[in-house]
């Protein structure tokens, strides 16, 4: 049974850094893709960033490029999000996704490209 489980969220000032994490089991994900999602309330889930897990290669979206950066460590088979200079409208819950193999690039913004989700983490910027 896959499981994702995110943790690191919390609450930080305006300009600060959390570092999310991501653990993955249930399967080999290394051909996988693995996303970072964001849910603010009152809005639809956006996509944040991806990561090919074998290649390593990144995506983001606008908003957070050059603030955070995606990454893994397949050792440990966890998946980060290092989110630095942190505004307020960041502030969201945070979910990771497990994207399977697909014909199709590791930019996957869509939430119906994904397979698997974890259950959240909130992530709270106060001004």
């Known amino acids: 049974q896959v499981q994702l489980v995110e943790s690191g969220g919390g609450l930080v000032q305006a300009g600060g850094s959390l570092r999310l994490s991501c653990a993955a089991s249930?399967?080999?994900?290394?051909?996988?893709?693995m996303g970072w999602f964001r849910q603010a309330p009152g809005k639809e889930r956006e996509f944040v960033a991806s990561?090919?897990?074998?290649?390593?290669?990144?995506y983001y979206t606008d908003a957070v490029k050059g603030r955070f950066t995606i990454s893994r460590d397949n050792a440990k088979s966890t998946v980060y999000l290092q989110m630095n200079s942190l505004k307020p409208d960041d502030t969201a819950v945070y979910y990771c996704?497990?994207?399977?193999?697909?014909?199709?690039?590791?930019?996957?913004?869509?939430?119906?490209?994904?397979?698997?989700w974890g259950q959240g983490t909130q992530v709270t910027v106060s001004s």
């Open positions: 990561i090919r897990w074998s290649a390593g290669s990144s």
């Open positions: 996704a497990a994207s399977a193999p697909r014909p199709i690039g590791a930019r996957r913004e869509d939430l119906e490209e994904y397979d698997y």
């Open positions: 249930g399967r080999t994900f290394s051909s996988y893709v």
